[in-house]
């Protein structure tokens, strides 16, 4: 018998499934029945069988059989296969019909193995925000980061849909799987699994997505890392396999040493197991989509996209406008001066808001200038003349005393000491800064006034960075003060191309225009082509992760914009799929131990990974809601105008909208933290850019197409919206 699912045929033979294409066997698996237990000895030991009894029904085929373990325990599964929407159904019903004292609990799998080959090295993974192609860029302690290990299995609650895929390089065939249902509840919370053990916990309701290519031998770990190997003479492993398997395991993850002696490559090894109960059932199911791509981006978008409208969490409901209004209150008030230096804290303890340090950056998590910037606007279009002296004190001070000699700011400053901070030039902090010192220039200009100090600073800036590009188009990722390259890296190229865009606009100087051009072109052979999406951030190292794909983004918007080449566009598509992939789309509940938190009213959905491999998430989509619906007016693809509604809502679920959470501004957000244990773990405190992020969009939304809210947007003609989003048609007239 046989369930087909597009181009595929599942074919249900001798108590084992083959899924084949035009008569070739692409995946398959003999024994689809396999338990590993928890034994008395702390060993987990595992086996896998055929199906006793498999029957065509109504709905699709049911298949059964029971799994007996070396001390006589029994449990007993079915499986239910359906094709609903193109895609495969596997739902799992284990029960336990009898249990041996010495088996403590269990763990079942539902995994496909490859029959195109059985070498890791010949596919690429896509884990969305843990693992892409091969990690090649990722953090040492990354998924795939050593690829000579036999499990790769990590909690699905690390990932913003539990969604595992994997593609044959050379064919471009691809099997996904995905969770069914959003379904997730809390696990125990009376205990803390902290080392390379398995914890039963009937609780448990998260699995591990991944690939294995398991030898016939059971891995106990001491909790410092060290593995041991125990033959298992009467099991089978046939290759390598894709996996979900329930509940979940953290395996073999690279980790950092531990104990008075360091383990060669010590390992990670954490598991949750069922108790081995009579009569305790394990109820779950999963989605298995069948697809060929002719690359990794292409496969990467479309399984994404297959399981995002099934998971997708509810709309928050946020009134924008009135959040944002909020949120300038919230930063006039704690914007202090000190001498010539305006600015706000570097970080707020909360609820509080508990100011413990004024250090400030021009950028990134500092964001004064931007921050400067909305004050100014915000000032001016409701006449209140403390934000504008607020908003103009940042910006004079920055213009007024933080350019040094060779031509390029100081971009951190300490503001209630008045001293320079010892960090290098970072780009991305030029990016950022200049960028919003421009953006105010443009919008006093546009009223009759003119800041020549503001003009200046930039245009010396600017042309430092053209004096500083290489012949290839690229900026190091860092400067020392006397212009010498601080890092070999240049992954933050793609941070000044707005700002350089915006010179020319301003200036007319065509050389502005021909360096963003080089940069792009730097960006689009490595980020784009290369998938370099690394070293977005001035506090991590040149990792893969997700602000580098922001950046990316918006330089090739911003080149599209000013130049039409559709290649621009084209790459802003590829870089926005991979920034998607980053949030958490579905929901979970997470325990969090701070009364004043929103998580405890609010999903987390919204929130999303900050590296490749992080587990938990902050709020820096906020930043990207325009973008993403611009890019749905330049392509008409439904899907960017679906996510930059999304993200414009659900992350706003972190802050205390309405003052109700009992913080002492409204509207006042905390950074992020970690919650994929479903233990909320965070530094609960407030840094500039997590407002900043907010303000930012919604000011652009406002200014471009007169609303704050994606869905008020949408009332518009779409010949009106078109119009508008041609943002650089009157950004400034000279």
């Given at each position: 018998m ?7 045929d599942?074919l249900?033979e001798?108590?084992?499934?083959e ?5 070739k ?12 237990v ?14 006793e009894?498999v ?17 006589g325990?029994v449990?007993?599964?079915r499986?239910?296969y359906?094709?609903?929407?193109g895609t ?6 284990t029960?336990v ?8 609990g269990?763990?079942t799998k ?8 059985d070498?890791?090295l010949?596919?690429?993974?896509f884990?969305p925000?843990?693992?892409y ?9 990354a998924?795939?980061?050593r690829?000579?290990l036999q499990?790769?299995w990590?909690?699905?609650?690390n990932?913003g ?6 593609q ?8 996904a799987?995905?969770?069914w249902a959003?379904n997730?509840t809390?696990?125990?919370?009376d ?10 916990d009937a609780k448990?309701?998260?699995g591990?997505?991944g690939?294995?290519k ?6 106990t770990y001491?909790?410092?890392g060290h ?9 089978q492993?046939?290759?390598?396999s894709?996996?979900y398997i ?9 980790v950092?040493?531990?104990?008075p ?6 390992l ?12 305790f059932?394990?109820d779950y ?10 690359d990794f981006n292409?496969m990467m978008?479309?399984t994404?996209?297959e399981?995002?409208p099934?998971l997708k969490?509810?709309?928050?409901e ?10 300038m ?7 202090k ?6 600015g ?7 609820p509080?808001?508990d100011?413990n ?7 990134f998590?500092?964001?004064?200038t ?13 006449n209140?003349?403390?934000a504008?002296e607020k908003g103009?004190?940042i910006?004079?001070?920055w213009a007024d ?13 300490h503001?209630s000491?008045?001293q ?5 030039q970072?780009?991305?902090e ?6 919003a010192i421009i953006?105010?220039y ?8 003119l800041?020549?100090n ?5 245009t ?5 960075l ?8 690229s ?7 006397d212009g010498?390259?601080c890092m070999?890296s ?11 865009i915006?010179?020319?606009?301003v200036?007319g100087k065509?050389?502005y225009?021909?360096s963003?051009v080089?940069?792009?072109?730097w960006?689009?052979?490595h980020q784009y082509l290369g998938?370099?999406y ?6 991590q190292s040149?990792?893969?992760d ?8 918006f330089?090739?918007?911003a ?9 621009w566009l084209?790459?802003a ?7 998607e ?11 969090d131990p701070?009364p004043t ?5 609010n999903?987390?959905?919204g ?9 938990g998430?902050d709020?820096y989509?906020?930043a990207?809601?325009?973008v993403?619906?611009?890019?749905y007016l ?6 960017y105008?679906d996510?930059?509604e ?14 109700s959470?009992?913080y002492k ?11 994929s244990d479903q233990q909320?773990?965070?530094?609960f405190?407030?840094?500039?850019w ?7 969009p919604?000011?652009r939304?406002?200014d471009?197409?007169?609303a704050?809210e994606?869905?008020?947007i949408e009332k ?5 919206r078109?119009r508008?989003?041609?943002i650089?048609?009157?950004y400034?007239?000279?």
């Amino acid at each position: 018998m046989k369930l087909t699912v597009g181009d595929y045929d599942v074919l249900f033979e001798n108590g084992g499934l083959e899924v084949r294409k035009e008569g070739k066997t692409l995946y398959f698996n003999h024994r689809p029945i396999y338990v590993s237990v928890k034994n008395y000895g702390a060993m987990s030991v595992f086996r896998d069988c055929a199906y006793e009894c498999v029957e065509e029904t109504q709905d699709g085929v049911t298949a059964e059989g029971r799994f007996r373990t070396d001390n006589g325990s029994v449990l007993y599964v079915r499986d239910l296969y359906s094709v609903i929407d193109g895609t495969l159904k596997i739902a799992r019903k284990t029960i336990v019909e009898k249990a041996d004292p010495d088996d403590l609990g269990f763990a079942t799998k539902i995994f496909f193995y490859q029959a195109l080959s059985d070498d890791l090295l010949a596919f690429d993974y896509f884990y969305p925000g843990q693992w892409y192609k091969h990690n090649e860029y990722a953090g040492p302690y990354a998924m795939g980061k050593r690829m000579d290990l036999q499990y790769y299995w990590r909690k699905e609650t690390n990932c913003g849909l539990p969604l595992f895929a994997m593609q044959h390089i050379e064919s471009g065939e691809t099997i996904a799987m995905s969770r069914w249902a959003a379904n997730a509840t809390l696990p125990s919370l009376d205990r803390t699994s902290s080392e390379n053990y398995a914890y039963v916990d009937a609780k448990m309701t998260v699995g591990s997505f991944g690939v294995s290519k398991a030898k016939p031998e059971a891995l106990t770990y001491t909790y410092y890392g060290h593995m041991i190997a125990t033959p298992l003479p009467d099991t089978q492993c046939d290759g390598v396999s894709i996996d979900y398997i329930y509940p979940a395991v953290n395996g073999q993850q690279p980790v950092g040493g531990r104990g008075p002696f360091n383990v060669e490559q010590p390992l990670s090894n954490i598991s949750w197991v069922h108790p081995m109960r009579e009569g305790f059932a394990q109820d779950y199911a999963l989605g298995v989509t069948f697809r060929r791509y002719p690359d990794f981006n292409e496969m990467m978008k479309g399984t994404w996209r297959e399981v995002y409208p099934r998971l997708k969490d509810r709309l928050f409901e946020v009134d924008n406008g009135l959040l944002f209004e909020n949120m300038m209150r919230f930063l006039k008030a704690v914007t202090k001066q000190f001498g010539k230096a305006w600015g706000t804290p570097f970080v707020a303890q909360l609820p509080d808001f508990d100011p413990n340090s004024f250090s400030a950056e021009i950028g990134f998590v500092g964001q004064q200038t931007g921050i400067g910037y909305q004050l100014l606007r915000w000032g001016r279009l409701r006449n209140d003349p403390e934000a504008v002296e607020k908003g103009l004190g940042i910006l004079d001070y920055w213009a007024d005393c933080t350019m040094t000699k060779t031509g390029c700011p100081k971009v951190w400053m300490h503001l209630s000491t008045h001293q320079p901070e010892p960090q290098p030039q970072w780009i991305r902090e030029i990016g950022d800064g200049l960028e919003a010192i421009i953006d105010a220039y443009v919008f006093d200009a546009k009223r009759g006034i003119l800041h020549d100090n503001w003009l200046d600073y930039c245009t010396k800036t600017a042309d430092w960075l053209v004096a500083k590009q290489e012949p290839d188009g690229s900026l190091y990722r860092s400067y020392f003060y006397d212009g010498t390259r601080c890092m070999d890296s240049k992954a933050s190229t793609p941070c000044i191309v707005r700002f350089l865009i915006q010179m020319y606009l301003v200036t007319g100087k065509k050389e502005y225009l021909d360096s963003a051009v080089a940069a792009g072109n730097w960006t689009y052979e490595h980020q784009y082509l290369g998938f370099e999406y690394r070293g977005g951030t001035c506090d991590q190292s040149d990792v893969m992760d997700k602000e580098s794909g922001i950046y990316a983004m918006f330089a090739f918007i911003a080149l599209y914009d000013i130049t039409k080449e559709k290649r621009w566009l084209d790459a802003a598509c590829g870089a926005a799929d991979y920034v998607e992939t980053f949030t958490f789309v579905w929901n979970f509940p997470v325990d969090d131990p701070y009364p004043t938190h929103p998580f405890n009213r609010n999903h987390i959905s919204g929130q999303s990974n900050v590296t490749v491999g992080h587990g938990g998430g902050d709020v820096y989509m906020a930043a990207c809601s325009y973008v993403y619906y611009r890019l749905y007016l330049l392509t008409g693809d439904q899907q960017y105008c679906d996510f930059a509604e999304f993200i414009n809502l659900n992350v706003k679920q972190v802050n205390d909208i309405d003052g109700s959470m009992g913080y002492k501004y409204i509207g006042l957000v905390n950074e992020g933290g970690g919650f994929s244990d479903q233990q909320y773990r965070g530094r609960f405190h407030w840094l500039p850019w997590c407002t900043f992020v907010e303000v930012d969009p919604s000011s652009r939304f406002f200014d471009t197409f007169g609303a704050y809210e994606v869905a008020d947007i949408e009332k518009l003609p779409l010949e009106e919206r078109l119009r508008r989003n041609e943002i650089y048609a009157d950004y400034f007239t000279r």
